[in-house]
């Protein structure tokens, strides 16, 4: 899973922050359970919230202290508290055996979490804690891409981002940067060789690369074929051949042997898809067993003729088999619907054993006597011993991981002023306290959510959530976020309208929309309408396919009770190129569904960012600050600059620039380009949060309270409350005049 690290939006609107900053002490509050004996949440009608003073109360319309020039202010003193490790975690991210390391039958096991500490973890299968805990600094937002054992040498190679590291068994406490591949930012899957070579594949130069332990050089072969990206899935077979899995457009099989790897064929898919991925490749005797995403079935490739002979319908979990010491070649196993199975690789008879706890398994290894099953725990990892003399499990071993904690994927203010966080490649969601420091997370049982890119509050009983990698999107109950009943999936838009990434989010006093980014190799987000009351989405967008902007991704949302408004972004779904030209806002009426006006107002902007409508303009953030935007005509009457880069020279992103509403817009947070401010539009001032120079960043996502405090993201696990004063001067005491004795 791949994912952009500047995602994020915070979709509180000016009108539910004014709003819960009204509700009294009585009012239902995230942290209470409410409900009534019997109580059926289903029919139950939304609360009324007090509604706001209309904006002539605040601002007069198309105020001018919003097109007024600011001047600058002293710098706030940067963040005034800090919460580290906002989301911990253990979820686990691959399983790797180790057979040889320690004289055991069981061998013993690396593991990798998600998150940016504590990310590898090697463990003794019989003990309940790690026997090595290894965290790898700058590593990917989530964690390590790929584990590879060299049993030979002792050795496990790890990629993470664009660099290859080693960890040596002799030197337990320790990992070292073996290099980097030129023109890749993420490598993934690793595979050796039979003279003890590194092969894996990389993104976005769509090539396979090597490293040869002799000579301790990398290098990075050409791409594949032009229209592919990715090469995410690497297997070197007995005979040195090398099969490549590609996406994310036209995903296929290539193969070369590690003697001549510039001597390749292409194998295209039996059923060729216009996009996604190849998701594993498995050895079973003379064949190769090859998953893709959209294609249920187990894809049997002769690894000989180069040709498909045969699919398997059952679907492996996980699309895992079982690795081993070759103890029976002629059987694999695999686990479907928590049931194990073993599998002939001549005939391909199978033989259903008996059930196991796992429904997802990290890793299956097979000795002599025993399948070992690993899946995660609430806690960690637990290993299933199945034994295969009485075809079930012997015992359960569970071992609790280190924490790690989730990279920060977005933000939201409460209502009762916590802040709700979402991970990247996260499960689940967390809050924290401002307050009190408290921490809360969603229950272990809870299945539905993943990685969340948006998230909006409609009342104070329900929460919107926008969902990784299917364009998920789930309904949250605040009274029953104990419960994984609480969470309810309304749709994948991944299926429908091929979307992949639901960003942008906004309400008014009756409905909620979503926007959302495409899936992989695919340009044209779509907007959708929910009604709360009914709990259902009512409608969805997607220009027949096309985008409801024509190639454009939807990435900023807001409304009021008659129209909607938009921004966009020319970056697309990963696998493809941007969309040329300038970013669009547009304003649409809700009723009719017609677009009212469409227009690109900042001819040098490829992305626009949080759409916010105050007294008759949308304020809207770029890399270099805010553009003031009449909101009849959908042209820009000012730019205000709070950075020093051009958007001339930086890449349409997917919220690389944020802004967030504070006292109904009378003041501004905006962040881009690692430049955060406040704009105090009543005092025609604006404020550098922080200094330009210093260490503190606090990136793009960002958080209101209703009562006005400001949240942001810090070292990218760090949630930090901005300071939104500037700083006084300080004032130096008089000098005493000297003065004679009379």
């Not at 819960?20 to 019997?38: C, V």
């Not at 040709?307 to 059987?331: A, Q």
């Not at 005509?633 to 802004?659: C, D, E, F, I, Q």
């Not at 300080?730 to 004795?741: A, D, E, V």
């Amino acid at each position: 899973m791949t994912a952009e690290t500047d995602s994020s939006k915070i979709g509180i609107s000016r009108r539910r922050v004014l709003s819960f900053a009204a509700i009294t002490a009585g009012s239902l509050l995230l942290s209470q359970d409410t409900r009534l004996p019997g109580e059926n949440y289903a029919r139950v009608q939304r609360p009324e919230l007090p509604q706001e003073p209309p904006a002539s109360h605040l601002f007069n319309d198309r105020d001018p202290i919003f097109t007024t020039s600011l001047r600058r202010e002293r710098n706030t003193s940067g963040s005034l508290k800090k919460f580290e490790n906002a989301f911990s975690t253990t979820d686990t991210k691959a399983a790797v055996p180790m057979p040889g390391y320690k004289e055991s039958e069981i061998p013993w096991f690396a593991v990798s979490i998600v998150g940016t500490n504590n990310q590898l973890q090697i463990i003794d299968p019989y003990s309940s804690s790690p026997a090595h805990v290894i965290g790898i600094p700058e590593s990917h937002n989530g964690g390590l891409e790929s584990l590879l054992w060299d049993e030979q040498n002792q050795l496990l190679y790890v990629s993470t981002k664009g660099k290859l590291l080693v960890w040596d068994a002799r030197k337990p406490e320790e990992i070292r940067q073996i290099g980097r591949v030129p023109h890749a930012t993420t490598l993934y899957e690793l595979n050796l060789d039979s003279s003890g070579n590194v092969w894996g594949g990389a993104y976005p130069n769509g090539a396979p690369f090597s490293y040869v332990k002799s000579t301790g050089k990398i290098r990075a072969y050409p791409r594949l074929a032009n229209d592919t990206d990715y090469v995410r899935r690497v297997l070197v077979d007995d005979n040195d051949q090398v099969w490549l899995g590609t996406g994310s457009r036209n995903p296929r099989v290539f193969t070369h042997t590690t003697a001549e790897p510039m001597v390749r064929t292409e194998i295209e898919l039996p059923q060729p898809m216009a996009n996604g991925f190849i998701s594993s490749l498995s050895m079973i005797g003379d064949f190769l067993a090859v998953s893709a995403s959209n294609i249920p079935e187990q894809l049997i490739l002769d690894r000989t003729q180069k040709i498909w002979v045969n699919r398997l319908e059952r679907m492996w979990s996980e699309r895992r088999v079982s690795t081993s010491k070759e103890i029976d070649p002629e059987w694999f196993y695999s686990v479907t619907s928590a049931y194990l199975y073993a599998t002939n690789t001549v005939s391909w008879a199978e033989r259903k054993l008996g059930p196991v706890a796992s429904a997802a398994p990290l890793c299956i290894y097979a000795t002599s006597r025993h399948v070992l099953v690993f899946s995660e725990d609430p806690n960690g990892i637990k290993i299933e011993f199945f034994e295969l003399r009485t075809n079930s499990v012997a015992r359960t071993q569970h071992i609790r991981l280190s924490t790690g904690a989730f990279t920060i994927q977005s933000l939201l203010g409460l209502s009762d002023g916590k802040i709700l966080l979402g991970g990247y490649m996260g499960s689940g969601v967390a809050t924290i306290d401002p307050v009190t420091g408290g921490r809360w997370s969603s229950p272990d049982s809870e299945d539905v959510v993943n990685q969340v890119e948006g998230m909006v509050q409609f009342d104070q009983s329900r929460i919107y959530l926008g969902s990784y990698g299917g364009a998920d999107i789930i309904s949250l109950d605040i009274r029953q976020r104990n419960d994984a009943e609480g969470y309810k999936l309304l749709d994948r838009l991944g299926r429908k309208y091929d979307q992949s990434r639901p960003f942008a989010w906004a309400t008014n006093s009756r409905y909620v929309f979503f926007g959302t980014v495409p899936d992989y190799g695919l340009s044209g987000g779509a907007i959708g309408q929910i009604d709360p009351i009914s709990n259902k989405i009512l409608w969805v967008l997607n220009g027949k396919g096309e985008g409801f902007v024509s190639s454009q991704s939807i990435v900023g949302l807001d409304a009021d009770e008659q129209h909607l408004y938009g921004t966009t972004s020319g970056r697309n779904g990963y696998g493809i190129p941007d969309s040329s030209g300038p970013a669009s806002i547009f304003k649409m009426d809700i009723k009719s569904k017609k677009i009212v006006w469409i227009t690109t107002p900042v001819p040098d902007a490829s992305a626009l960012y949080a759409p916010k409508i105050v007294a008759g303009w949308i304020l809207c953030a770029d890399a270099e600050g805010i553009n003031v935007i009449d909101a009849t005509t959908g042209k820009v009457v000012k730019r205000h600059r709070l950075t020093n880069t051009k958007n001339s020279v930086v890449r349409a992103g997917w919220t690389s620039a944020n802004l967030v509403l504070v006292a109904g817009g009378g003041k501004v947070v905006h962040s881009a380009s690692n430049t955060t401010s406040v704009v105090d539009f009543q005092n025609g001032s604006v404020s550098l949060i922080g200094s330009a120079t210093a260490r503190e960043q606090y990136g793009t996502r960002l958080a209101v309270t209703p009562d006005g405090e400001v949240f942001g993201t810090y070292k990218r696990t760090t949630l930090v409350q901005l300071d939104l004063e500037p700083r006084r001067p300080k004032i130096k005491p008089l000098k005493p005049k000297n003065t004679k004795n009379t």
